[in-house]
């Protein structure tokens, strides 16, 4: 039984051991200026993690991402069960949803900028542009995959909209939206990181940045490495176990 416990964790820490030795031994070849190897790296972010100020970077960070992720959650799914709705709104929400998708990311910040100034709007609004389109394909794809039978019994028996929505809807998208869900928390981090460092004065963005305008290599790898640990940890703690719990309630365990 602990064997079985450890197997879901051993697995994912060997790919972790895995980079972390072909990372030392890249970091060989190359001079510290270019790749310096993990163990300093690690030494600085163990020295940064004992100041406040990568807390308080990381809280600010963090806040813009939930912020973004729910937004784009709650409203692209929303706006996905709306274009299901009916093929005239579909047809009317896909060029809005494209002009989304295909705008880069530089130019949504530009905009962001404009229109909201310096702050977190910036990131947020980024955040939310990377992060709904995803939520929005998602909702309406996975709507046109459900049997037709259930939407059929379900105008038969008459129920509500309500009830089709938390009966037969929603429960039937759960996976779709979680696999979604991780893709847009990811794309999301991505994008508000990058935002950060052109539109805000507190977020790990900044730190990044401005650890490589000040040459310090070893900051630049030690936040980025925070970033990923912070990226890893959000995927196993939140993002992991919701689709571990959709799956055993889809199974009625």
Known sequence: MNSGRLHPLLVPLAGVTGLVIGWWLLAQQVPDSILPGPGPVMDHLA??????????????????????FLIAVVGGTLLGLWAASSPVIERLLHPMV??????????????????LGLGAGPPILVGVSMALPLIVIATSHGLRQIDAGLMDMAHVYRLSRWTRLTRILLPSLALTLAGAASGALSVAWRGIIMAEAFSASHGLGPSLWGSYLYGEINDVYAVILWIILLGLTLEYLLVHPTRKLIRRRLRHE
């Open 47 to 68: 020295a940064a993690l004992s100041d406040a100020t990568i807390w308080k970077d990381t809280a600010f960070t963090l806040t813009n991402v939930m912020a973004s």
């Open 98 to 115: 494209v002009v989304i998708e295909a705008a880069p990311t530089i130019a949504w910040l530009v905009l962001a900028i404009l229109w």
